[in-house]
Nanobody
Framework: QVQLVESGGGLVQAGGSLRLSCAAS????????MGWYRQAPGKQRELVAA???????NYADSVQGRFTISRDNAKNTVYLQMNSLKPEDTAVYYC?????????WGQGTQVTVSS
């Protein structure tokens, strides 16, 4: 079955960095465009970064220039390097296919940025 396992979150001070990983299984990973989504308390889940099967990337305006998405198809893994973190980046981060997510979400990984 489809599994998406996110890791790498934590508590960091503003201006710090984190690298998130998402290990995928149960589907043909390398033909899917993938994305990192986040959901802050009381807010809807939003897409913050996306990468096509060929490696083209796109970012939300709020993270452009600070976050970098990448993928390793040999390892069925997608990454999110987050630099210059801000308190407003605090959220649970999830990975999934995009533009249409698979009908399954992992547990996510909590990112908390203190001011």
């Amino acid at each position: 079955q489809v599994q998406l396992v996110e890791s790498g979150g934590g508590l960091v001070q503003a201006g710090g960095s984190l690298r998130l990983s998402c290990a995928a299984s149960g589907f043909i990973f390398d033909i899917y465009a993938m994305g990192w989504y986040r959901q802050a308390p009381g807010k809807q889940r939003e897409l913050v970064a996306a990468i096509t099967s060929g490696g083209s990337t796109n970012y939300a305006d709020s993270v452009q220039g600070r976050f970098t998405i990448s993928r390793d198809n040999a390892k069925n893994t997608v990454y999110l390097q987050m630099n210059s973190l801000k308190p407003e980046d605090t959220a649970v981060y999830y990975c999934n296919a995009q533009p249409k997510p698979l009908p399954f979400w992992g547990q996510g990984t909590q990112v908390t940025v203190s001011s």
